[in-house]
């Protein structure tokens, strides 16, 4: 998962925004995606986007993606407490997914 | 539809022993794969399946790792000789692969080796 970067831990006050970056580096890939996972729990596909779009948006989360710098983040509006897990980006490459070592977001009250 | 799941949650197994680990992806689903995740690391690719055939193995993958999909259905893993490196979260996901099917991996709660 090296070729995906990602910052490993950030924290938040509850209600702000939070933000998590990314950088990967296959420039062919199709889609790339955002994983939570949380503590004693399995990886939910929380959000995916196509590589010719430039931003997704769902409910409280937005993707944007910047091709030209290989550059991808995450925006969870009004972060919850629930939102605190390890946050994971990820790209397809050759039919497998290729992932970041992941950034444990923590909320702060 | 349960989802992914995967058999046994955790496992303690002795350095030397073999183990066996059971997957059974989302069933309308005809990819599935194999990764493992170690503490403080993303999950990593270990291979996959298109229904019954094995199409990629990822070098992380030593002669002593085996998988089988034998009737395009569930997924076992075996370890053979384990060593203490082989102590991992193994975990199994499943998609569907088609004409104009978005790209999405399914993952099941995954089964934790310790080798002591």
């Known amino acids: 998962g090296e070729d995906v970067e990602q910052s490993l831990f950030l924290s938040v006050r509850e209600g702000d925004s939070s933000v998590i970056n990314c950088t990967y580096t296959d420039s062919s890939s199709t889609y790339l995606y955002w994983y939570k996972q949380e503590p004693g729990a399995g990886l939910q596909l929380l959000t995916y986007?196509?590589?010719?779009?430039d931003m997704k948006q769902d409910q409280r989360l937005t993707v944007l993606l910047n091709k030209k710098d290989k550059h991808l983040s995450l925006r969870i509006a009004d972060t919850q407490t629930g939102d605190s897990a390890i946050y994971f980006c990820?790209?397809?490459?050759?039919?497998?997914?290729?992932f970041g070592k992941g950034t444990r977001l923590h909320i702060l009250p | 539809d349960t989802g992914v799941s995967q058999d046994p949650r955790h496992k303690i197994t002795k350095r030397g022993q073999n183990v066996t680990f059971r997957c059974d992806p989302i069933s309308e689903h005809n990819r599935l794969y194999w990764y493992r995740q170690t503490l403080g690391q993303g999950p990593e690719f270990l291979t996959y399946?298109?229904?019954?055939?094995?199409?990629?193995k990822s070098r992380l993958l030593s002669d002593r790792f085996s998988a089988e999909r034998p009737k395009g259905s569930f997924s076992t893993l075996e370890i053979q000789r384990t060593e203490q490196g082989d102590s991992a979260m193994y975990l199994c996901?499943?998609?569907?692969?088609?004409?104009?099917?978005?790209?999405?991996?399914?993952f099941g709660p995954g089964t934790r080796l310790t080798v002591t």
């Open positions: 990820a790209e397809e490459r050759d039919d497998k997914i290729i």
């Open positions: 996901a499943s998609s569907f692969s088609g004409t104009g099917v978005a790209y999405e991996q399914y």
């Open positions: 399946f298109q229904n019954e055939a094995q199409l990629e």
């Open positions: 986007i196509f590589s010719n779009m």
